[in-house]
């Protein structure tokens, strides 16, 4: 079995989770307001912060080279999303406190076992590009929006979003690990689930 069929698997009662949610039913049930998604994309900002940074600095690395990908990356998407949506003070206000724990989380990572960080990077991303693009139709058809606000599911760099989830997960399997990082792998994924778990239930 491959490294991406391998999480995939060991993830998939997780994800079913996730989709079971109370918020993610709230957001498919047309009960999404402007206020929640916002204060989503407030958490989902400290998050991404974290995760890129932490991508970035590892760019040299052997291994996590592979996973320096910026036309993935969020933050830029996530500060304009949240300017046009909170002012341009958004910054002063503070994610659910779940963001913060989740953000602390991959930056001790990224120093002291970075490539985990691979395992947030494919619970995010992949996720991004698969049911977050059905986030996004719901979100702009329920908040009347299009483009400003919702450009956190856009992927302008993408051209074909299938092609390039085949490359992650090619990556993903080509990448070289010793005795026990396939399984810690798998349990830095599960982890990724239950962060954005605690997170659902304090916007919810």
């Known amino acids: 079995m491959t490294l991406s069929e391998y999480l995939r698997e060991g993830t998939a009662d997780l994800h079913r989770e996730a989709e079971s949610s109370a918020f993610v039913s709230r957001f ?4 999404l307001d402007r206020d929640t ?6 958490a989902l900002q400290t998050i991404y912060t974290a995760l890129e940074d932490g991508l970035e600095s590892l760019k040299d690395d052997p291994r996590l080279a ?3 990908l910026p036309a ?5 998407a996530l500060q304009a999303d949240l300017e046009y ?5 958004w910054h002063d206000e503070a994610p659910v406190p779940a963001a913060r724990t989740y953000a602390e989380h991959l930056r001790a990572l990224t120093t002291d076992r970075p490539l985990r960080l691979v395992s947030h990077a494919y619970v995010r991303y992949m996720g991004d590009l698969s049911g977050g693009q059905v986030l996004r139709r719901m979100a702009a058809r329920q908040l009347g929006l299009s483009g400003d606000g919702v450009r956190f599911y856009e992927f302008p760099e993408i051209s074909d979003v299938g092609a390039f989830k085949s490359d992650f997960r090619r990556r993903l399997d080509e990448l070289p690990l010793v005795d026990g ?3 810690a792998l798998l349990n830095e994924a599960r982890s990724a689930f239950h ?5 659902f ?3 919810t």
């Open 72 to 76: 993935l990356w969020r933050r830029a």
């Open 85 to 89: 949506l909170r002012g341009p003070r």
């Open 28 to 31: 498919m049930n047309g009960g």
């Open 181 to 183: 990082e396939r399984e």
């Open 37 to 42: 998604h916002s204060r989503h994309l407030l």
């Open 201 to 203: 239930a304090e916007l």
């Open 195 to 199: 962060l954005n778990a605690v997170m």
């Open 66 to 68: 592979a996973f320096h």
